[in-house]
Structure formats: structure tokens, C-alpha cells
């Protein structure tokens, strides 16, 4: 999504949406003066802020909140609802399309979101839409330095960690392999499976073991024991539990964990580097609910850390100790992945997901 075919590319759904209407309401609201009220707000005292946003926040009621994250973020905004009586509604689709239509409702001067969830790209394409506004909080004091990107106006919440993951009534945890290179051992044939857009993945675990020898370990992989594919991490993760596929390669981490302690037959593993990506929230530059999306804010930032460590995630507070371990992290770089993604998945589909 590169910034100027982007736009281009939405204007005409920018005027068809003037037309037809979009969103939760068919005529939105004209924003009230957002960008003025955050600048306040970001100058207050700790004390001074968090009475005045909850105290406005009441007023105001509701906020709406574009989000890719279909498990963690209707729970969290029911328990800040359940804190704040303040109504979130909701809307969910995938990362670009997020994007997108945040970008196309700004072409037509809609204002519908008071907050975005986000993935690292997708937040990336909206930074450099400038259609972001930096928010201060001083709960931000506690995040991991990775919580914060080039750009500083979104902030990263949780951190989605790859690992590895296989049946345990069908593998053995003696058997498992300890580097990829072990994975040329003919016992592993038809037992392999990767997510079918985690090229940003085999990107950074290339760059970081030797990108040629990387790229010609795996199409030997491929070559001699194969790897199937499958769309989406949840069910990857089902489809391990069922023993269709005995081994996934690029999971997140706490999918696995969730259903080994629910009792189902899985297990996770790491082949180092371990690979991450961050994954936040935002508020856009103009904002009919500005104090409601404040307060949300900084719920993510508190309560919302405890959940995702409660739920088997990697939160970014580093104060709350999340599910990735004591490993180090290789961190995907949003900017880096919108650039060069394209080339990323050129790669990813010659060697793994669409090798012949």
C-alpha cells in the first residue's frame, strides 16, 4: 500500500461512499475540534488528565472503534464498558481493509472512528496518510521500546510472537527439530505446514540466518519433504489439534498455549530467531468522541495489558509478564514490511507457498 497509489486508488470509492453512505451511521457527524482537545490533554498533569478524560468520556458515551483483532478486542471493550458504561461499537474486518477504509472515509470527509486496532503495516499505511494524531500518556512510561515506531503517533499494545507448534499424540517432544536444517530429515515428510501470508516471517528468519543459505534450505525442504499451506493462524493451530496437520511452522504463540491448557493434544516450540510483530492502537486526527478514545486508550494500556497476559499474549507493558519467554525477539519492522513487502512475498511464494 504505497502512499500515493494508495490514495489514488481510493478516491473514486471516496466519492461513491459520499454518495451511498458508509459506516455505522449513514450520515456522520461533523468531528468536534479533535486534534486541539488532544493537544490539551496531552499538556494536563497525570491527575488532572485522568479526571478530565473520564469525566468528558461520560459525557460523551460511546466511541467507535475499527479493529482487526476478532478474539481479544470485543472482550476488552465489553470490560470497558463494564468499567466506564461508556458503548463501544465495534467494526472488524482485515488489516488493509482497516486501512482502507479509514483512508477512503477521510477522502470524503467522514469521521466515523474514534480509534483504530491495527496490525504494524496496516498502521503504518495510516501514518503515512498523516491520517494519525500522537496521543501522550504517561502510562506509556512502562511499554518496551519496541512499542513505539519511527513515526510515534500510534502505539503497539501487544506483540504477536511466531513459534512452532505440533500434535503431541502423533510427535514426540525428543523428536522435535532443533533448527530448520533438521528438517531435511525424510521423517518429516507431509508433516510440515506454514500460514499462507507470513512472508514477513520467512523475511527476517532469512535475514537473519543468511538470506541465500536460508532461501536454498527450504526449497530443499519443500523439494524433499514438502509444506503445505493453510490461511489463517486459528486454523492452523485447529487443524494441529485435529492431527491434519501434524507440525505448523508460523504460529502465534498464544493460540497454541490457549488450547494445550484447555487439554487439547498441542504443544508449541521455538526454532530460533524467534520472530515478532507488533500489533496497537490509534487515534485518527479527527474524532467525534475524542475523550471516549482517550480513556480507551489508556485502558489499553493498563487493563488491556493484564487481559493479554491473562490470555496467553504478549503484552507490551514491560512490568506484566507476558507468554513469549525468556528469548530474544526479532522485531518485524512495520515500515520495513510495507517497503519491501512486495518483494517479501515474491520470495515466500517461489521457495514455500507456491513452489512447484
Not at 31 to 40: F, G, L, R
Not at 201 to 215: I, P, Q, R, V, Y
Request: charged fraction near 25%; hydrophobic fraction near 40%; include cysteine.
Amino acid at each position: 500500500m504505497k502512499q500515493g497509489f494508495l490514495r489514488a486508488c481510493l478516491i473514486l470509492s471516496a466519492m461513491s461512499a459520499a454518495l451511498m453512505g458508509m459506516g455505522p451511521q449513514a450520515a456522520a457527524a461533523a468531528p468536534v475540534a479533535s486534534e486541539t482537545i488532544i493537544s490539551q490533554v496531552n499538556a494536563m498533569p497525570a491527575a488532572t488528565r485522568q479526571q478530565t478524560i473520564e469525566a468528558e468520556a461520560k459525557k460523551e458515551g460511546t466511541l467507535t472503534l475499527y479493529h482487526v483483532n476478532i478474539e481479544d478486542i470485543p472482550v476488552m471493550a465489553a470490560a470497558f464498558t463494564k468499567k466506564y458504561g461508556i458503548k463501544v461499537v465495534l467494526w472488524r474486518s482485515s488489516s488493509e481493509t482497516v486501512s482502507n477504509r479509514l483512508i477512503t472515509e477521510a477522502l470524503g470527509s467522514r469521521f466515523d472512528a474514534d480509534m483504530i486496532d491495527n496490525n504494524g503495516p496496516g498502521m503504518e499505511a495510516l501514518s503515512r496518510e498523516k491520517l494519525l494524531q500522537p496521543v501522550k500518556s504517561p502510562l506509556e512510561k512502562d511499554l518496551i521500546p519496541e512499542a513505539f515506531p519511527g513515526s510515534r503517533d500510534w502505539v503497539a499494545t501487544t506483540v504477536d510472537v511466531f513459534v512452532q507448534a505440533y500434535n503431541t499424540n502423533k510427535i514426540k517432544k525428543a523428536d522435535l527439530p532443533k533448527t530448520y536444517n533438521d528438517l531435511l530429515d525424510p521423517k518429516w515428510k507431509g508433516m510440515l505446514t506454514v500460514e499462507a501470508d507470513d512472508q514477513d516471517w520467512f523475511a527476517m528468519t532469512s535475514e537473519k540466518l543468511g538470506k541465500d543459505k536460508t532461501h536454498k534450505l527450504f526449497q530443499d525442504i519443500v523439494a524433499k519433504n514438502g509444506i503445505s499451506v493453510r490461511k489463517g493462524h486459528s486454523l492452523l493451530a485447529n487443524l494441529i489439534v485435529s492431527g491434519d496437520v501434524p507440525m505448523g511452522l508460523t504460529l502465534y504463540g498464544y493460540k497454541p498455549e490457549q488450547l494445550k491448557k484447555k487439554g487439547a493434544p498441542i504443544d508449541w516450540f521455538v526454532i530460533q530467531p524467534q520472530i515478532a510483530q507488533i500489533r496497537g492502537i490509534a487515534m485518527p486526527k479527527k474524532v467525534q468522541h475524542p475523550y471516549a478514545a482517550l480513556l480507551f486508550y489508556d485502558f489499553m494500556l493498563t487493563d488491556g495489558q493484564q487481559m493479554y497476559a491473562d490470555r496467553e499474549q504478549y503484552p507490551t507493558n514491560r512490568k506484566i509478564k507476558g507468554h513469549a519467554g525468556a528469548m530474544p525477539l526479532v522485531y518485524i519492522d512495520p515500515a520495513r514490511s510495507m517497503d519491501e513487502g512486495a518483494a517479501w512475498t515474491k520470495d515466500y511464494e517461489r521457495i514455500i507457498t507456491k513452489a512447484k
